[in-house]
């Protein structure tokens, strides 16, 4: 008797998904899907808006990453108001964005580790959910600081992104062309020497040491974080001009399994010549791929895991550092162990943490040059690193300066692929032969997607909601069993 | 949004905290309450009370709860068994639903008793909202739901033995009956 069993939605994503999978007759896994099922289209909103209003009404999509939608789009805008694809701002502009854009890679990346991974890792994936969360870690003697010092991260990360982008709701700091303002010097004081812990080498000693702990882990459970959920895939990322890891601003590049590039370092104005949206009629969330490879061999991954798999080299010291040991724990090659994207996110923090501090201490970031402009252009991209991947903002303005044409395209729908692969992969190893839906199960393919820390509200642009339904079906697609957490 | 004057000695230290993204409709009812809080506590001069907004709830908000006598959470809600606004005490809940991006009243209070000991007491103020999509403003209904829930508020400000006085001031709103 074959079965399907579903898990919807998904606990800790935002938005509404669920996983089906598939069994047939022996108790075999013969497919599994992740399903979006909620879509509200943004893209169509915001149509006939005036393009200056953009980088703010983005941030409407959703409240997690309000950040980094403020800035791609405040991107594509300097491109129509022909301040440039990039590099035409002045140099407090570009700085400015850059600290808010790493404050808010700071944040993200600190809650990712600490609240989630951290208590699924120092607790074990197995454990019941209510003991897998920060209050579990904040009442044990031996990771309490842990907690801790989540919180602060967060905190620093949050007051920057305060001073930089303006308001907590709704930013405002990054306006087409430019930013509407640079820090004072006592801003950047407090930020560099103010009261502890909140200071940018607190932040950077924290990081480093949470790598360490994630070694430690590592080191007594390799088996498990080099073979979970572990599959080959192409990457995708930008990378600066000469390779370095850059969250902001770049060229686009794709590596394949082997390391190959099969996207050289192309300007990501012209994406639309290199990558195209496949619909399948399952799922609300569209399927990206490489137009080269075609739809069966051009999907990728992007985000933390890919980023240190496409550039060349991390241009802060001590994330170069952790790269080099990343780096050889895969003798150089793509790694494609989907739970070192805990590791890669590390690295990432502490490159954030290290970013943070070298442009606080740039005289540039309390500058009065603000602005640039130039012919205005009919049509822009931006493209940025967000947290949990490559970010697509691209619009096109009539001669009204109204929005005519808005595509988005989200990290969360770049790794739609992968996170149905990784779900596959952990629901063979889990779900052959078992003819219930267990709780280790269930735990396994949560611990699978949240490594790419999907956000479908910004992916369907949904309002999150977060209960886990599983439900079991025969070949015949009647209920066997349902299981709501 | 912190304001400057002093609080007075004796004087109950109240955070009004509205959450949710006012650019999804009756979602920004948090933020419209603390939008009309702020206003109100500026020209009466209240030292003692703190307004603060955020899209959403997340760990680092146990800082905000130091210092503090009460925590008013202030909300949007789709559950229709709430008439028009709902008000109930917020206990420790470290087995509420955590989600990567957000997490619940109950979590913070939880999280703030594990880490620094007794929270000060925390309400959450549960307001009826109706529509949910891409606008930046709230329904009339939502409104005039909020503008109910204000008259609470207000009150609690004024007079926060109240929650303690009158415990069915809570729990008859609970159900979405009317003050």
Not at chain 1, 248 to 273: F, M, P, S, T, V
């Amino acid at each position: 008797m074959a079965q399907k069993v579903t898990i919807s939605p998904v606990t800790r994503v935002e938005g509404h998904g669920k996983v089906t999978i598939h069994l047939n007759d022996d108790g075999e896994v013969v497919q599994s899907r992740l399903h979006i099922v909620e879509f509200r289209g943004f893209e169509r909103f915001i149509q006939g808006r005036p393009y200056w209003e953009a980088p703010v009404l983005v941030q409407r999509l959703c409240g997690i990453c309000p950040v980094s939608h403020h800035l791609a789009a405040a991107k594509a805008m300097d491109v129509i108001v022909g301040a440039g694809t990039g590099d035409g701002l002045t140099p407090t502009a570009e700085k400015i964005r850059r600290l808010m854009h790493y404050g808010q890679m700071f944040q993200s990346h600190a809650l990712h580790f600490f609240h989630l991974a951290s208590p699924d890792l120092l607790f074990g994936i197995d454990a019941p959910s209510e003991k897998r969360n920060v209050i579990a870690l904040a009442k044990s003697k031996e990771y309490r600081e842990l907690a801790v010092q989540g919180v602060m991260m967060r905190k620093f990360g949050q007051e920057i992104i305060r001073a930089t982008a303006g308001k907590k709701i709704h930013g405002n700091g990054a306006i087409p062309g430019g930013v509407n303002k640079s820090l004072t010097p006592e801003e950047r004081d407090r930020f560099l020497n103010g009261s502890e812990p909140l200071r940018a080498d607190k932040m950077i000693a924290w990081a480093e040491e949470a790598i360490d702990l994630f070694l430690d882990y590592y080191g007594k459970h390799t088996d498990l974080l080099d073979t979970f959920s572990r599959f080959p895939s192409n990457h995708l990322s930008l990378v600066g001009k000469d390779g370095a890891l850059d969250l902001y601003h770049g060229r686009l590049r794709a590596i394949d399994a082997d390391g190959k590039k099969i996207l050289n370092d192309i300007d990501y104005q012209e994406y639309l010549d290199y990558i195209g949206e496949e619909v399948r009629s399952w799922s609300y969330m569209k399927f990206p791929f490489l137009t080269e490879l075609g739809k069966e061999k051009g999907w990728y991954r992007v985000g933390p895991l890919a980023r240190l798999n496409t550039c060349d080299f991390i241009p802060t010291p001590k994330a170069q550092k952790a790269f080099e040991h990343y780096r050889a724990r895969t003798n150089g090659k793509p790694n494609d162990r989907c739970m070192h994207t805990h590791w890669a996110r590390l690295i990432e923090t502490l490159f954030s943490a290290e970013c943070m501090k070298e442009l606080l201490e740039d005289e540039d970031i309390t500058g009065g040059e603000l602005m640039a402009g130039g012919k205005k252009q009919p049509e822009g991209v931006g493209l940025l690193e967000a947290p949990r991947g490559t970010l697509f903002h691209h619009y096109r303005v009539n001669a009204n300066d109204q929005i005519e044409m808005a595509n988005l395209i989200v990290s969360t729908t770049h790794n739609n692929q992968p996170m149905n692969d990784a779900v596959e992969q952990v629901a063979r190893r889990q779900m052959t032969g078992q003819q219930t839906i267990t709780e280790p199960m269930m735990n396994a393919v949560e611990v699978a997607i949240r490594a790419y820390d999907p956000c479908l509200s910004c992916a369907t642009h949904a309002i999150g909601r977060m209960p886990l339904e599983v439900s079991l079906y025969d070949s015949k697609h009647r209920l066997i069993e349902r299981k709501i957490r | 949004m912190q304001h400057i004057w002093a609080p007075m000695a004796e004087e109950k230290r109240i955070l009004i905290y509205g959450y949710g993204n006012p650019g999804r409709q009756d979602d920004g009812l948090g933020k419209a309450l603390a939008d009309v809080a702020e206003a109100w506590i500026g020209e009466q001069r209240l030292g003692n009370v703190k307004v603060d907004v955020a899209f959403q709830l997340q760990v680092e908000d146990v800082l905000k709860m130091a210092d503090m006598d009460l925590v008013l959470f202030v909300d949007a809600s789709m559950d229709e068994r709430i008439g028009d606004f709902s008000i109930e005490r917020v206990t420790s809940d470290p087995e509420a639903s955590f989600s990567a991006h957000s997490v619940p009243p109950g979590f913070i209070v939880g999280l703030y008793e594990a880490l620094y000991g007794a929270p000060p007491p925390s309400y959450l103020i549960q307001i009826r909202g109706y529509e949910w999509e891409l606008e930046e403003s709230v329904t009339l209904q939502a409104r005039h739901n909020m503008e109910l829930a204000w008259g609470l508020v207000k009150k609690i400000i004024l007079d926060p033995d109240i929650l303690e006085t009158q415990p069915q001031t809570a729990e008859s709103d609970k159900n979405g009956s009317k003050q």
